[in-house]
Each structure stands twice: as C-alpha cells, then as structure tokens.
C-alpha cells in the first residue's frame, strides 16, 4: 500500500485548521478492542498512513488546539491543561500581536497580581488570569450575554476536547469573584497598548482615505468631543457618578463623561479619559481635556488639526492647545471676538479671542450652510490657529469641519451599537453595579472597539472595489466597511476557532457601508431610538447636498 512521505520537519499545525483522515484509518485507542462509549473521554486515533483515493470515505477534522497528551491505562487519549490555557480571542488578538509583540494578554496576567479577594489556585482549572481579561474584553462585544455564556462563547470548541479533567464554564459568582480579584489595572493597561499602538500605526503609514487639508504642509483630521455613558443605578454608582440634567442628583440613570479622540478617516480610537457626568457639561469636558494634555500630550502633534464643537473650552486651554497642535473650533454666538483685520481673499478675518487673562490670536471662518428643502440656513462660525490663508483657505476649513461629525459622532454611535441601552431615554449601558468594576469594563470596551477598528484597518486595503454605484472602481476606504459585521465576524470567529485572519477580514470587507449620502435632518440622533416617534416632523429627512455659501466677502 502506497503512503506519504514522511518530512523531515514536523508540519506545523495550528488551530482552526483542517485534516482529513481516511475513515478506516480512525480507530478506538482502547486496549480492550471495544468502541468507545458515551462513559469515555478520549479521542480517536490515527491507525496508518495510506493514500487517499478519490472516492474513499474521508473524515475532515478541524484543529481545536494543540496540547500535550496524556494517556490512560486503559488506553484513552486525553489533553492535559484547560481550555483557559488554549483560548485566544481569534483576529483581535492577532492583530494586537502583529502590532505590539506576541503574548500581550499574557504578558499582562503575568504581572496582575490578584486583589484583596484572592481567588483559589485550583480554581485557575476554570478561570485563569489571562482567561478572564479575555472574557471582559468578550463581555463588552455581547453585552446581552451572561457571564457563563461568554466564557462559553471563549472557549467554543475547546469545550469539546477530552481534557484530562472535566471542565465547565464558571459560574457568574466565581467570574464576579475573579473580576474583583483581577481589578481594573490589567485591562487599562491593555487598554493604553491597543489605543497607542493605534496611534503610532496612524502616525506611521495612516490610514487609507485619510482626510486632511493643506498643500505644503498636510495636516490630518482628527475629532474630539464628550459622551455620556449610562451606568448602572446602584448607590455606589451614583454616589461616585452623579446624574446630569438636574442639581439635586435626581436624574434617573447614574452617568459617566468620555472625551473620545478620533481619527475622522477611519474613526480609529486613540484615547478616551473619562470621569464623573458632573452637573455641569462644560466643567467636566474641560477637565477631561486638561488630563489629555498632562497626560497624553503626544496626541497633540503638530501634523494634526483637531476639530471640535461648541462646547467653549476657554482662551487658555486653546492657547495652550495652539502651542503644540491645531484646532478648528465651532463657537457659540455669545462668544466674542475682537476684529484685527480686514476680510481676506478667501473671506476670512483676523480677530482675537480673549479670556481668564490670556489672548490668543485666530483666523474666523464664517459661513452659511443651505440645504434644499430647508427654509433658513443654518450660521457657522469657526475659529483656528492656522492663519496661512493661501495654504487653507476659508472654503475648504469649512468643508473639513463636517468630517467633526464623522470622527465624533458616527464613531461613537457605532462603538455603542454592541452595547444595548446607549442611547437617551433607554437603560444603562454597562453592566457593573461599582466603580471599581465600571473602570475595569470601561478600559475593556475601549480595547475591543480599538482591536476591532484595527481588523477592520486591515480588511480595508484587502476589499474588492465596488462593481457600480458612487465607489465603483474606488479603493475602499475603513469607514467604507460596516463596524456592526465586523464585530459579528469577529465573534463568529472566535466561537468557531478560524485561524485564518485573512478569511476574517475577507469576510467583513464584503460588507459595505452607504457614506456620503447628503443626508439631513433638524433633530441630530447619536443612537437608534426605542420607541416611535411623536410625529413625521421630528423624523423628517432630506436628501440633498449641503451648499456652503461664505459670509464675508473681501473689499
């Protein structure tokens, strides 16, 4: 009988691969000749090594993991260790490898020792370190999901092998437990791993479709502006959290503040401080935007111009923004400003902003927006540091700015859609009823919406270019791939254990968002609304571009 030869190396074999096997080549390992029964825990074995034939009867095996073998007296063959030794979360952790080393997760869980609530060492059978970042970062991804079911979903067919000892999804008290043990300091530091490799990778190659402005010297896009975040109504949380919209802490929902940075291109996520809601929507923005530039002053970089809304920060933090970045900034018609010049060419001024005794000298762009079917324009009044008027004109200022919404807005709105309750009027976001855990699951949701906004970073240059339609011939751009598949392909792929990355991002790059579609409406809606709406005016849309008109004209 003819067989295979054998390599002189071993062939390198991997999860979520596929082997076929001969039928009659699969055999019972038990020494006492009977077939294996529903008592026993052990795996086939292979008997020979002979050729398939066409038309022979062929058992097609996929790959769950590969681990040491341990062997039974009586001759069954079972697998030492843990599915929490084996699980990875698939492309995520991948991508997360390719741009910050092998073995992050695990680097990390080495050096997180467990809190005061120490969690039994023969427990680790169940739950181990590693295992468990992993399952809050899942948690985050499928937030309908009980505790058992993501640890479930984690290790998928893992759950299948005959491990040496029989193994079980924990229960939600033993992952409640390992949770308070863990704390929040391992997953903020994965967290600020995935976001700053996200950073260097953008200051690097950037990002297909990059947006920026400028001939002679590019700058790219990038938003920032607050969000709330709805927690849980526990006293604790409401004790640290506060509520907004009312002074006596009355509000229904405990709420947290972010203040997201964006990339506008891609809606890549590069940082996220957050704290309390506060009362008072301003304050609590400004702080957040100080601990941006005490503590992450490298995002500030001098290529970058940063668009922002109406929330006045103040003269001294855009002064000092200024000194080290770009701004372009909407301003509130109670704002004022001190006129330097007359009007420019391309129709904007010199002025001066003024306040808490600092002056900071800008360029004012002010223009109308005219949308077919509305009936009065809408006033914009933007402010920058960029006083070269030749290399950004007025014009194309304000063309930029509409990308504030894109990198703001419609990342934030696709970041939450995994997460059930994100939007007004509904219930709360996230899941944990303390602060110290809101932390922990905080930092892991900006991890898995970074790793994800990565895999779909890398499925983007991979897509074919649309056949017909506005895109059709185009390369295909990150923003032009849907956040919402790609987040269903990545957990498809880690209950199913694909290793192939490039079949993940094959797939998400087949699914395409409709961008660029002129789309306006009066009432701005940041996520999907629960219930119907009072009536056709509140929802009405109209399709038609938007017509910038300048409002100034030189002499």
Same mark, same amino acid.
């Given at each position: 009988?003819? $067989?295979? +030869?054998?390599?002189?190396?071993?062939?390198?074999?991997? &999860?979520?691969?596929?082997? !076929?096997?001969?039928?009659?080549?699969?055999? $019972?390992?038990?020494?006492?000749?009977?077939?294996?029964?529903?008592?026993?825990?052990? =795996?086939?074995?292979?008997?020979?090594?002979?050729?398939?034939?066409?038309?022979? &009867?062929?058992?097609?095996?996929?790959?769950?993991? #590969?681990?040491?073998? /341990?062997?039974?007296?009586?001759?069954?063959?079972?697998?030492?260790?843990?599915?929490?030794?084996?699980?990875?979360?698939?492309?995520?952790?991948?991508?997360?490898?390719?741009?910050?080393?092998?073995?992050?997760?695990?680097?990390?869980?080495?050096?997180?020792?467990?809190?005061?609530?120490?969690?039994?060492?023969? @427990?680790?059978?169940?739950?181990?370190?590693?295992?468990?970042?992993?399952?809050?970062?899942?948690?985050?991804?499928?937030?309908?999901?009980?505790?058992?079911?993501?640890?479930?979903?984690?290790?998928?067919?893992?759950?299948?092998?005959?491990?040496?000892?029989?193994?079980?999804? !924990?229960?939600?008290?033993?992952?409640?437990?390992?949770?308070?043990?863990?704390?929040?300091?391992?997953?903020?530091?994965?967290?600020?791993?995935?976001?700053?490799?996200?950073?260097?990778?953008? /200051?690097?190659?950037?990002?297909?479709?990059?947006?920026?402005?400028?001939?002679?010297?590019?700058?790219?896009?990038?938003?920032?502006?607050?969000?709330?975040?709805?927690?849980?109504?526990?006293?604790?949380?409401?004790?640290?959290?506060?509520?907004?919209?009312?002074?006596?802490?009355?509000?229904?929902?405990?709420?947290?503040?972010?203040?997201?940075? *964006?990339?506008?291109?891609?809606?890549?996520?590069?940082?996220?401080?957050?704290?309390?809601?506060?009362?008072?929507? !301003?304050?609590?923005? /400004?702080?957040?935007?100080?601990?941006?530039?005490?503590?992450?002053?490298?995002?500030?970089? +001098?290529?970058?111009?940063?668009?922002?809304?109406?929330?006045?920060?103040?003269?001294?933090?855009?002064?000092?923004?200024?000194?080290?970045?770009? #701004?372009?900034? @909407?301003?509130?018609?109670?704002?004022?400003?001190?006129?330097?010049?007359?009007?420019?060419?391309?129709?904007?001024?010199?002025?001066?902003?003024?306040?808490?005794?600092?002056?900071?000298?800008?360029?004012?762009?002010?223009?109308?927006?005219?949308?077919?079917?509305?009936?009065?324009?809408?006033?914009?009044?933007?402010?920058?540091?960029?006083?070269?008027?030749?290399?950004? +004109? &007025?014009?194309?200022?304000?063309?930029?700015?509409?990308?504030?919404?894109?990198? $703001?807005?419609?990342?934030?709105?696709?970041?939450? =859609?995994?997460?059930?309750?994100?939007? +007004?009027?509904?219930?709360?976001?996230?899941?944990?009823?303390?602060?110290?855990?809101?932390?922990?699951?905080?930092? &892991?949701?900006?991890?898995?919406?970074?790793? *994800?906004?990565?895999?779909?970073?890398?499925?983007?240059?991979?897509?074919?270019?649309?056949?017909?339609?506005?895109?059709?011939?185009?390369?295909?751009?990150?923003?032009?791939? $849907?956040?919402?598949?790609?987040?269903?392909?990545?957990?498809?792929?880690?209950?199913?254990?694909?290793?192939?990355?490039?079949?993940?991002?094959?797939?998400?790059?087949?699914?395409?968002?409709?961008?660029?579609?002129?789309?306006?409406?009066?009432?701005?809606?940041?996520?999907?609304?629960?219930?119907?709406?009072?009536?056709?005016?509140?929802?009405?849309?109209?399709?038609?571009?938007?017509?910038?008109?300048?409002?100034?004209?030189?002499?």
């Amino acid at each position: 009988m003819s $067989s295979y +030869p054998v390599p002189s190396c071993a062939v390198p074999v991997c &999860a979520g691969m596929m082997i !076929a096997v001969p039928l009659e080549l699969a055999a $019972s390992p038990l020494r006492s000749g009977r077939d294996l029964g529903d008592g026993d825990r052990s =795996a086939l074995v292979i008997g020979g090594t002979g050729k398939i034939r066409t038309g022979g &009867a062929v058992v097609f095996c996929k790959v769950v993991t #590969v681990a040491e073998a /341990q062997v039974k007296r009586d001759g069954q063959v079972r697998a030492k260790g843990s599915p929490v030794h084996h699980a990875t979360l698939g492309p995520l952790e991948e991508r997360l490898g390719s741009q910050a080393g092998p073995g992050v997760i695990g680097g990390i869980a080495g050096r997180a020792p467990l809190g005061a609530r120490f969690v039994k060492g023969e @427990r680790e059978r169940l739950l181990a370190r590693a295992f468990m970042i992993r399952v809050i970062i899942l948690m985050t991804l499928m937030p309908d999901t009980r505790p058992g079911d993501v640890i479930a979903a984690l290790a998928g067919d893992l759950a299948l092998v005959p491990w040496a000892r029989p193994w079980r999804p !924990a229960s939600a008290r033993s992952a409640g437990a390992w949770r308070n043990a863990l704390g929040p300091v391992p997953l903020e530091e994965l967290r600020d791993l995935v976001l700053g490799s996200a950073w260097r990778e953008h /200051q690097g190659q950037g990002c297909p479709g990059a947006v920026t402005i400028g001939n002679r010297r590019p700058l790219r896009a990038g938003a920032l502006d607050g969000t709330l975040l709805r927690v849980p109504d526990t006293p604790a949380n409401r004790a640290f959290f506060g509520t907004v919209g009312t002074g006596d802490d009355s509000g229904p929902y405990p709420c947290l503040r972010a203040l997201p940075l *964006t990339c506008c291109s891609c809606r890549a996520l590069f940082a996220m401080p957050h704290g309390p809601a506060g009362t008072a929507k !301003a304050e609590s923005e /400004q702080a957040l935007l100080d601990e941006v530039m005490d503590s992450a002053p490298w995002l500030l970089a +001098p290529d970058w111009i940063w668009l922002m809304d109406r929330n006045y920060h103040g003269a001294a933090r855009i002064a000092r923004m200024t000194g080290c970045t770009h #701004v372009l900034i @909407r301003l509130k018609s109670d704002i004022p400003l001190k006129r330097t010049s007359p009007i420019l060419p391309d129709g904007s001024y010199e002025a001066e902003l003024s306040g808490d005794g600092v002056t900071v000298k800008v360029r004012v762009i002010e223009y109308w927006v005219t949308v077919g079917g509305q009936e009065v324009p809408e006033m914009f009044c933007l402010v920058t540091d960029l006083m070269d008027w030749e290399d950004y +004109p &007025a014009p194309e200022l304000a063309a930029l700015y509409k990308w504030r919404w894109d990198g $703001s807005e419609t990342a934030l709105r696709e970041a939450k =859609a995994p997460l059930r309750g994100a939007g +007004p009027g509904t219930g709360p976001m996230l899941r944990s009823g303390s602060p110290y855990l809101i932390r922990q699951e905080l930092a &892991a949701w900006a991890a898995a919406t970074g790793m *994800t906004r990565g895999v779909v970073l890398d499925a983007a240059p991979a897509a074919v270019p649309a056949g017909k339609g506005r895109r059709a011939g185009l390369t295909v751009r990150p923003r032009d791939l $849907s956040f919402a598949r790609a987040v269903r392909a990545v957990l498809s792929a880690i209950r199913l254990g694909h290793a192939c990355y490039q079949a993940v991002t094959r797939e998400i790059g087949q699914h395409r968002n409709v961008v660029d579609r002129d789309r306006h409406r009066d009432r701005k809606s940041k996520s999907p609304s629960s219930f119907t709406h009072a009536g056709p005016a509140d929802t009405a849309t109209r399709i038609a571009p938007a017509v910038i008109t300048m409002a100034n004209t030189p002499a």
